[in-house]
């Protein structure tokens, strides 16, 4: 295969795209530079390169943005070790407390629990027990029982919430829920 040159419009273009590239930072440690023995000026050769316009200094990178936290899902437990979720989802730790969202609107059902888990943080709570019941027979799944995940996922609930899964059936099964609380950290 034969080389082609290079046309002044690839050239100019080059140019462009350099002027606007930044090294990419790297977690390495700089090599220590070798004491080189006296070398001989490298020749010149026969068609001069024009010389690269300087690169202009790089921008102040801003701080990344937070991410984005994950959903929480049933089950899904980021945030703690593999055993302690193993622990969670099978109903092993302790409750430490309980609500019973049975007969509730769903606004009042929704500012009780968010009530309930603020108190159980504010106590030190980890381990909560949130009851919804299975819902209607004639419906598949409750109201409440579809709404609860759904909070648990808004902002208010997840800066308390770590995870979430359904309960083990000697506490109610597919119509409770296990509420997973996050510490309670103290202030330096």
């Known amino acids: 295969m034969a080389k082609r ?19 990419i930072k790297s977690r390495r440690k700089p090599a220590q530079p070798k004491e080189a ?5 490298p020749a010149k050769s026969k068609a001069a390169k024009p010389a690269a316009p300087p690169v202009p200094p790089a921008k102040p990178q801003l701080p990344a943005a937070p ?28 409750i430490e407390g309980k609500i019973d969202l049975h007969g509730r609107t769903q606004q009042d059902a929704h500012d009780d629990l968010l009530a309930f888990l ?22 598949k ?20 919430v770590l ?13 409770a829920i296990y509420v997973l609380m996050k510490r309670v950290r103290e202030k330096k």
Do not use: C
């Open 67 to 94: 991410a984005k936290p994950h959903a929480l899902t049933h089950g899904l437990s980021h945030g703690i070790d593999r055993r302690q979720a193993a622990r969670f989802r099978k109903g092993k730790l302790t």
């Open 118 to 139: 603020r108190r159980a943080h504010t106590a030190g709570k980890r381990n909560v027990l949130v009851v919804t019941g299975k819902g209607m027979t004639t419906s």
């Open 5 to 23: 040159r290079v046309t002044p419009d690839e050239l100019e273009l080059w140019r462009h795209v350099a002027q606007s590239v930044r090294p």
């Open 37 to 41: 023995a006296p070398s001989a000026p």
């Open 163 to 175: 995870a979430f899964d359904y309960a083990e059936p000697q506490h109610g099964g597919e119509g």
């Open 141 to 160: 799944t409750g109201v409440l029982r579809q709404a609860v995940p759904r909070w648990l996922n808004e902002p208010t609930f997840r800066s308390l």
